[in-house]
């Protein structure tokens, strides 16, 4: 079966940091892309950031540009989001996705302070 499990969400101050990581097991396809999506409260799901496993292909949405980073750990395929300069509207749960397939990682809080 296919797991995603996610770790690392916790409560840090405006502009502080940290590391989001995501580990997969079960996959049996050759290729596939990680996401990470946020939803905060009352706001709609957005897709944070992307990374395929095949090529390293990034994607970022515009608010989080410049500050988050996507990287594989592909000795333990584990995928990373770090993510620095937090800011209060980044406060969301974080979930890890298989891009466009129906696996999800359990959400993890971010909560940024002000």
């Known amino acids: 079966d296919v797991q995603l499990q996610a770790s690392g969400g916790g409560l840090v101050q405006a502009g502080g940091s940290l590391r989001l990581s995501c580990a997969v097991s079960?996959?049996?396809?050759?290729?596939?892309?990680m996401s990470w999506i946020r939803q905060a409260p009352g706001k709609e799901r957005e897709v944070v950031s992307c990374?395929?496993?095949?090529?390293?292909?990034?994607y970022y949405t515009d608010s989080v540009k410049g500050r988050f980073t996507i990287t594989w750990d592909n000795r333990r395929n584990t995928v990373h989001l770090q993510m620095n300069s937090l800011k209060p509207e980044d406060t969301a749960v974080y979930y890890c996705?298989?891009?466009?397939?129906?696996?999800w990682g359990q959400g993890t809080l971010v909560t940024v302070s002000s």
């Open positions: 996705n298989i891009y466009g397939r129906d696996y």
């Open positions: 079960g996959i049996t396809f050759d290729d596939y892309a």
């Open positions: 990374t395929s496993k095949s090529d390293g292909t990034t």
